[in-house]
């Protein structure tokens, strides 16, 4: 394997979809990522522009040894749980994971001297709040998550920001909006089971390797009545995480930054862009709206740019479809999420 000659750089759950990405980006940046991952939705085949090392992120002694052994210098932060209705089910677990993997992982970074973090935040952490429908949303906005799985990334925050007043950690906590897309180079893409995401369901669906999409609620006060969301192209999230290393930020700094596009895209939008990407309809039912889905989540993005100096460049909808689609049709890893004839497994929701 070609490996970089710069810092070592951490990247926990870099066998997940955005991590990989991450790691693909770090590479070609000229760093040296080493992946910490237990695989538990990360995939071995994933993981191809640094080592993998197999552990959980709550085992401290397994970080450590990792550090030393690698001679990290800085640490990326996407290991964890994700679905956020299991994190209804189980929120026990998505705290054990989410929030106590990451103090572990606090402590071990400053017993071990690496002083820098990039951490997977969310726009989970907003909640709907005195916004009106179709504002966006800045990083002031009221924090009030509608799900223990956006408490997790809150909590997590604040002991992030903690850490940086006290022992003079330099952190960016980056809210993601919908990541969606995938690398150019078909080599990696979005594998999640249970796939929950719009637009590989509607991409399934278009091309018969899942049941037709449902698209939730009609009505919302939007320009065609369904729920508008921010996609970003998975590569543009990537390169927001290089930037976040390279922000040149004081020691203790703590900031915590939005990553959009500041464009909403409607549901109804998306399914007609993949509808003319795949060349047929989607096909679709319509159902009833979900509790606790908001109108509108479209970030600020102005944030990003001031501090990151980062704006997308492949985040046009066309775009992104384009690329989530050459990488459904032919996917690398991940055919133990989707049954016989290919056929998506499990169709949670949009
Ligand atoms: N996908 C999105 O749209 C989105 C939006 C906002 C925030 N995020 C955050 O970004 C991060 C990455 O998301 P993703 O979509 O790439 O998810 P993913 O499930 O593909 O990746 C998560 C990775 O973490 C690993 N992992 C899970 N538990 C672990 C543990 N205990 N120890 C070590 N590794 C563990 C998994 O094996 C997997 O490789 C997550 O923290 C998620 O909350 C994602």
């Known amino acids: 394997m070609d490996r970089g000659t710069g810092p070592a750089v951490l990247v926990t759950g870099g066998a997940g979809y955005i991590g990989a990405h991450t790691a693909k980006a770090l590479h ?17 085949e994933a993981v191809q522009w640094g080592p993998l090392v197999e552990g959980d992120i709550r085992d401290a002694d397994a970080l450590a040894e990792t550090i030393k052994t690698h001679d990290i210098q800085a640490v990326i932060h996407f ?29 071990v970074m400053r017993e071990h001297g690496v002083g820098q973090l990039v951490f997977s935040s969310s726009a989970a952490v907003y909640g709907q709040g005195a916004r009106g429908p179709l504002e966006t949303i800045a990083e002031t906005a009221d924090k009030a998550p509608a799900s223990p799985y956006g408490d997790t990334k809150l909590a997590a925050e604040w002991l992030i920001q903690a850490q940086c007043r006290a022992y003079g950690l330099t952190a960016v906590a980056l809210r993601y909006f919908n990541a969606a897309g995938a690398d150019p180079s078909g080599l990696i893409g979005e594998a999640h089971e ?4 719009l637009i590989p369901l509607a991409i399934a669906a278009a091309l018969g390797d ?31 995480h ?23 895209r409607s549901v109804a939008e998306v399914v007609e862009a993949v509808g003319r990407a795949v060349g047929c309809a989607v096909p ?10 908001p109108p509108s989540l479209v970030a600020d993005p102005r944030r990003a740019q001031e501090v990151l100096g980062w704006t997308p460049q492949h985040s046009s909808l066309d775009t992104i479809v384009a690329d989530a689609l050459r990488w459904e ?21 949009v």
């Open 28 to 44: 070609g940046r000229g760093y040296r990522p080493v992946v910490f991952d237990d695989l538990t939705s990360g995939f071995r």
């Open 79 to 107: 290991a964890g749980l994700i679905e956020v209705g299991r994190s209804v089910a189980k929120p026990d677990l998505f705290w054990e994971v989410n929030v106590s993997g990451t103090t572990a992982l606090l402590t």
């Open 194 to 197: 249970p796939e929950t995401h």
């Open 210 to 240: 899942g049941p037709p999409l449902t698209i939730f609620g009609q009505d919302f006060e939007t320009p065609d009545g369904t729920c508008l969301r921010d996609y970003i192209h998975v590569s543009d999230l990537a390169a927001a």
């Open 242 to 264: 290089v930037a976040a290393l390279e922000a040149g930020l004081a020691p203790g700094a703590f900031e915590a930054v939005n990553v959009g596009t500041g464009q909403g």
């Open 284 to 293: 679709h039912s319509l159902g009833a709206r979900r509790a606790g889905d």
């Open 329 to 349: 049709r032919k996917p690398c890893y991940g055919s133990g999420v989707r049954g016989p004839k290919g056929r998506r497994k499990s169709q949670i929701a």
